[in-house]
């Protein structure tokens, strides 16, 4: 099931609790995204998790720029036009702004719905 969720309570969250609530928030993220696409081959989130862990961070960049694309297809597809939002994603995180990412694909879960 696909929720909305407030980005500012998230990152509040993510941030009091130390990243915990920032892991179950990259989970639900990734599966809201493959529900709203419709995309049924794609990893989990806790796949993604445990892959971005045991790659030292590597993952977790490729699972950005693939979460770019493929918000920029959905939204495509509704005739909303690309954005770029997998460069921007990607930039985010390698810049240290991975929660900024998070935020803005939240906002594109929202308004997805």
């Given at each position: 099931m696909v929720e909305q969720r407030n980005?500012?309570?998230?990152v509040i969250l993510s941030?009091?609790?130390c990243g915990i609530y920032?892991?179950?928030?990259l989970i639900?993220?990734?599966?809201?995204?493959?529900?709203?696409?419709g995309d049924t081959e794609a990893p989990s989130g806790a796949m993604v998790f445990l892959l971005t862990l045991?790659?030292?961070g590597i993952y977790g960049w490729f699972w950005m720029y693939?979460?770019?694309?493929?918000?920029?297809?959905y939204y495509e597809a509704k005739g909303q036009g690309r954005s770029n939002r997998a460069i921007i994603y990607l930039l985010?995180?390698?810049f240290g702004l991975g929660i900024v990412s998070y935020a803005l694909i939240?906002?594109?879960?929202?308004?997805?719905?």
């Open positions: 980005i500012v309570t998230a941030i009091v609790t920032g892991i179950y928030w639900k993220l990734n599966d809201e995204v493959n529900t709203i696409t045991v790659t030292c693939k979460m770019g694309n493929k918000l920029d297809d985010l995180s390698l939240q906002d594109s879960i929202n308004k997805a719905l």
